[in-house]
């Protein structure tokens, strides 16, 4: 997701609506969940009038100064923020975070939505979940991530056994003649194999 200007967007009512199968909301596709976030027109971008006098300028700079340091502040946040929506939608999928971002930005340029339910997450976090949730049946739809760990670990002990296992053939030792022993040499013999 990229850090861009939040938008002043309307939110959808908190209150939880039913899903139009009669199931489980959670059940609800992505796409469904976004279309709350459907907007006709695009936000109008904000400048700063120019200063009308060079009295005025000190006052500008100043402001410029606070804008962009609130910006620098807003960026800090919402990298934290995204870290938090990616380690969640990764859940327990054995991939990299980096991945897991990479395809959460790719999502959000796919469909604008997403970007306004990511701005909008906090006034209303049960919708958010409803859409991380889809997120994540998404990801791992598209990485099969129904992963068998079990079958994982064994390939991986077995692979690392054949790894570590020696390539010599082992030295045989000589035969040993057991008619031509004594007695007690043979019960010596006897005792050193076991």
Same mark, same amino acid.
């Given at each position: 997701?990229?850090?861009?200007?939040?938008? &002043?967007? *309307?939110?959808? $009512?908190?209150?939880?609506?039913?899903?139009?199968?009669?199931?489980?909301?959670?059940?609800? $596709?992505?796409?469904?969940?976004?279309?709350? +976030? /459907?907007?006709?027109?695009?936000?109008?971008? *904000?400048?700063?009038?120019?200063?009308?006098?060079?009295?005025?300028?000190?006052?500008?700079?100043?402001?410029?100064?606070?804008?962009?340091?609130?910006?620098?502040?807003?960026?800090?946040?919402?990298?934290?923020?995204?870290?938090? &929506?990616?380690?969640?939608?990764?859940?327990?999928?054995?991939?990299?975070?980096?991945?897991?971002?990479? +395809?959460?930005?790719?999502?959000? /340029?796919?469909?604008?939505?997403? &970007?306004?339910?990511?701005? #909008?997450?906090?006034?209303?976090?049960?919708?958010?979940?409803?859409?991380?949730?889809?997120?994540?049946?998404?990801?791992?739809?598209?990485? #099969?991530?129904?992963?068998?760990?079990?079958?994982?670990?064994?390939? /991986?002990?077995?692979?690392?056994?054949?790894?570590?296992?020696?390539?010599?053939?082992?030295?045989?030792?000589?035969?040993?003649?057991?008619?031509?022993?004594?007695? #007690?040499?043979?019960?010596?013999?006897?005792?050193?194999?076991?």
């Amino acid at each position: 997701m990229e850090n861009r200007e939040d938008p &002043v967007v *309307e939110q959808p $009512d908190a209150t939880a609506t039913p899903s139009p199968e009669g199931g489980d909301a959670q059940e609800q $596709d992505l796409d469904s969940l976004l279309a709350t +976030y /459907n907007t006709s027109e695009p936000s109008p971008s *904000e400048q700063p009038a120019p200063p009308a006098s060079a009295a005025d300028d000190r006052l500008a700079a100043f402001e410029k100064r606070v804008v962009e340091l609130e910006k620098r502040e807003s960026n800090a946040r919402s990298q934290a923020d995204i870290l938090e &929506v990616v380690k969640s939608v990764r859940g327990e999928m054995p991939i990299d975070e980096a991945l897991v971002e990479a +395809y959460l930005q790719v999502e959000a /340029n796919k469909d604008p939505r997403l &970007v306004q339910a990511f701005t #909008g997450r906090r006034q209303n976090p049960e919708q958010w979940k409803k859409i991380e949730a889809g997120l994540t049946k998404k990801l791992k739809a598209s990485i #099969g991530a129904d992963i068998d760990r079990t079958a994982t670990d064994t390939r /991986n002990a077995v692979e690392s056994a054949v790894r570590s296992a020696s390539t010599r053939t082992p030295v045989e030792d000589a035969p040993v003649d057991t008619a031509s022993m004594s007695m #007690g040499e043979f019960e010596a013999y006897k005792q050193s194999l076991r």
